[in-house]
């Protein structure tokens, strides 16, 4: 059995690959950087390393080659011959490997399943869209998102010499992909869950982890926190991130029902994940790209708007939505450009042109107000953070790990 998975990054090999190979597949990967395909294809294998509290294990995985994604031919004959495709590239590559991938599923007699491993709700049709432009009968393959519970915070070692790479993640290693929109028979691939109600399970992880994971992110770095893990030690922000997935929760609750939505010992494991040390897993990876994030139906305005249709006071949620108004990391191009529109058109236009709010709705005025505290430093003591007291975050972050330096 052969598959093809698109993009050899943090999820890539960090968790698709690892199932794959696990699952008796051969993994070929397909990549951008010409410096990956020639250190995957020298050294052949890379490293797991997944953390948990005190305990580490670590995975090696063998038996992967590389091909260049620019070699447009290489990559549809290797899709040509594929059992299962695997794309995790991020949402913003997804319109750049829809042509390879249509050249190789062109060159198909058989039905071909392609899971986009990429955090969208839609990610399924999202690339199947994509590929149609190409390839205009998409019919005959199966396109879907595939939902990850792992955490893949980074990547050590250098691409340009001969030691493996190695991913640092923690432990979960089951994920969800639509069923009803793929073809039979399925691929047998170890922890993957095929369920009817998808999108209904990918609300469910934005509107919780993702919700409660940038909340951490966005008011870290207000509060001046390197570290994910370090950001939830902090009351006020753990207070904050409890808030909001309690909220995502409630709204989800009554949307669908206390059954799909679980229980709140649910967000409480989920904050224990974000307390992992070993990850050592940096604000501003999380916080990146807040001009998605802030998005009508992503993790925190989509969770905000369902929460005040059904019933339900979205403060915590308001104050994250806030906070990632107001982040920016030199690194990120996307807080940039959020900065660059704050600048241009002020936050009206922001509101009303990124998160799809009318400022003048009791939803938008309420991220307006709590912007507006957060940039003057005030806040009341009990939703909105005081930042002119910035606690020991800088004393308790630890510097960059000598692997860090030399990654």
Not at 373 to 392: C, F, H, I, K
Request: with cysteine.
């Amino acid at each position: 059995m052969k598959a093809v998975v698109i993009g050899p990054g943090r999820v890539g090999c960090g968790f698709v690959g690892q199932q794959l190979r696990a699952s008796g597949f051969e993994v070929i990967f397909a990549a951008r950087n010409p410096q990956v395909v020639a250190h995957l294809n020298r050294v052949g294998r890379y490293r797991i390393r997944l953390v948990g509290g005190s305990r580490a294990e670590e995975i090696l995985v063998e038996g992967i080659r590389a091909v260049p994604l620019s070699n447009l031919d290489a990559v549809a004959r290797e899709i040509a011959e594929a059992d299962v495709v695997a794309t995790a590239v991020t949402v913003a590559g997804l319109p750049d490997i829809a042509r390879p991938l249509a050249v190789g599923l062109r060159r198909r007699a058989a039905p071909a399943n392609v899971l986009a491993f990429e955090n969208l709700i839609d990610a399924g049709s999202q690339l199947r869209a994509l590929v149609a432009r190409h390839l205009p009968d998409t019919g005959l393959h199966g396109f879907s998102g595939a939902l990850v519970s792992r955490a893949i915070a980074s990547r050590l070692g250098d691409v340009r010499g001969n030691e493996p790479l190695t991913f640092v993640g923690d432990a979960p290693a089951s994920f969800l992909v639509d069923g009803q929109s793929l073809r039979w028979p399925l691929p047998a691939i170890e922890g993957m869950v095929a369920v009817e109600d998808y999108r209904m399970h990918a609300l469910s992880k934005l509107y919780t982890f993702s919700a409660g994971h940038a909340t951490a992110a966005y008011l870290g770095h207000l509060k001046g926190y390197r570290y994910i893990h370090t950001a939830i030690r902090d009351a006020e922000i753990r207070a904050a991130v409890l808030g909001a997935m309690h909220e995502g929760h409630q709204a989800l609750s009554a949307e669908y029902g206390a059954r799909f939505a679980g229980s709140g010992e649910d967000l409480s494991a989920i904050t224990a994940r974000f307390d992992n040390a070993g990850l050592n897993d940096p604000v501003s990876r999380v916080g990146r790209e807040p001009l998605r994030k802030l998005g009508s139906e992503d993790r925190l305005v989509g969770a905000a708007r369902m929460a005040e249709r059904c019933g339900v006071r979205p403060a915590y949620l308001i104050l994250a939505i806030a906070a990632a108004l107001c982040f920016e990391h030199e690194d990120d191009p996307s807080s940039l450009a959020l900065q660059r529109e704050l600048t241009a058109g002020g936050v009206v236009r922001v509101l009303r042109d990124t998160c799809r709010l009318t400022p003048s709705s009791p939803l938008g005025r309420d991220v307006m107000e709590a912007r507006a505290r957060l940039a003057s430093g005030s806040g009341d003591g009990n939703v909105l953070l005081r930042l002119r007291d910035m606690l020991w975050a800088s004393e308790i972050d630890p510097g960059p790990s000598r692997t860090e330096r030399s990654a």
